[in-house]
């Protein structure tokens, strides 16, 4: 490595590092004034609070990840240019595209370390940072699992199966519910197509409720609506958030490999491609936003005043159209590749068209 690929590739690491950690302390500022009064009425430690943002740590690198990869390649490409470095190279007869060259290489060393941290270490934080929050901070203790596109849960008196489309409403279909005596032995069967809960009342529609009687026969009783006093109610029928990044990138693969339901495979492998093309984004938008950084300063005369901005406004749309691409792969309106890989190669195509060009 020349003394310049050194040099440069010095100026994006410091960049770099100085992002993450002004991202960091963002986050967990923001994050620690929102919390600090559940963990405070719980009486817990400020040791276990201290704990708990720490390990919050790699969640926001990743989360953070593409946009700190992009803003370091700016800051650092911007630096040299409002110097007149990046001038005096090009006067020296030394191509654009040497000079990009290294922070390109840091970019994709970034985003490959980011890779090996969701395999390796997010796991496991995220999931001690959800049992942190949800259990002794919230009291909460998952009670139930998600299979083939039914959760099924224990509640206190009996178990409950169901679909939720909507995990934000409390409208169940193809609802279930079955208690056991002491002995074990089935009490009740209760089946509806659909259930709601309002205002502390589960509703069953059309639907059957059998009833055990004496000489292990059961009471059949058909209904159309029907009111019942579950003792649980959906509030306790909760999965831990960030629940998907417990599991590393080859867990995500397996469990979409074994999914037999359609709509549940589907939602997986948007997962999977999903999880991996968020840690990759942070290079096309690099390669977007250095000749972006140019084509503003030969514009506007001003590099990083108007060039930062720019770049945070083309991370936040890209990410945007991201997520949009993501809810389509995950109901099923697009393929999950499609939908993982297409920004990246419309952006990094693009980039890297508009790099080539200001190179000649």
Not at 230 to 255: I, M
């Amino acid at each position: 490595m020349n003394l310049l690929n050194r040099y440069i590739l010095l100026q994006f690491l410091k960049n770099i590092m100085m992002i993450m950690m002004s991202f960091i302390a963002i986050y967990v500022l923001i994050d620690f004034f929102e919390k600090i009064d559940d963990f405070m009425e719980k009486g817990k430690s400020m040791g276990l609070v201290i704990h708990f943002f720490v390990l919050n740590i790699p969640f926001i690198l990743e989360q953070m990840g593409p946009v700190c990869i992009l803003l370091a390649g700016v800051v650092t490409l911007g630096i040299l240019n409002h110097s007149n470095e990046l001038i005096a190279l090009k006067s020296c007869g030394i191509p654009l595209r040497k000079i990009t060259g290294p922070i390109i290489a840091a970019g994709i060393a970034v985003s490959l370390l980011q890779l090996t941290a969701s395999q390796v270490l997010l796991p496991k934080t995220v999931a001690k940072t959800n049992e942190i929050w949800n259990k002794e901070v919230k009291g909460r203790v998952p009670l139930g699992i998600y299979r083939n596109g039914r959760y099924y849960y224990r509640g206190v008196d009996g178990f409950y199966s169901f679909a939720r489309p909507d995990p934000h409403k409390d409208e169940f279909h193809f609802f279930s519910y079955a208690s056991w005596d002491s002995e074990y032995r089935l009490n009740s069967l209760i089946a509806a197509r659909r259930a709601e809960w309002q205002n502390g009342i589960w509703t069953l529609y059309q639907g059957q409720l059998q009833t055990a009687v004496p000489g292990d026969k059961f009471l059949t009783e058909v209904f159309s609506r029907r009111d019942f006093g579950f003792f649980d109610k959906p509030a306790d029928f909760f999965v831990s958030r960030y629940r998907s990044k417990e599991l590393s990138l080859t867990g995500l693969y397996r469990e979409a490999l074994h999914k037999k339901s359609p709509d549940e495979a589907t939602a997986a492998w948007a997962d999977f491609y999903g999880r991996v093309s968020y840690i990759l984004l942070g290079l096309p938008l690099l390669l977007l936003g250095l000749p972006l950084l140019l084509m503003v300063y030969r514009k506007w005369g001003r590099d990083l005043s108007l060039a930062i901005p720019v770049s945070c406004g083309m991370a936040f749309a890209c990410w945007g159209v991201w997520g949009t691409l993501q809810s389509l792969a995950k109901t099923g309106y697009m393929n999950p590749l499609f939908a993982a890989s297409a920004i990246h190669i419309f952006i990094g195509s693009l980039g890297l068209f508009l790099l080539l060009r200001e190179d000649t």
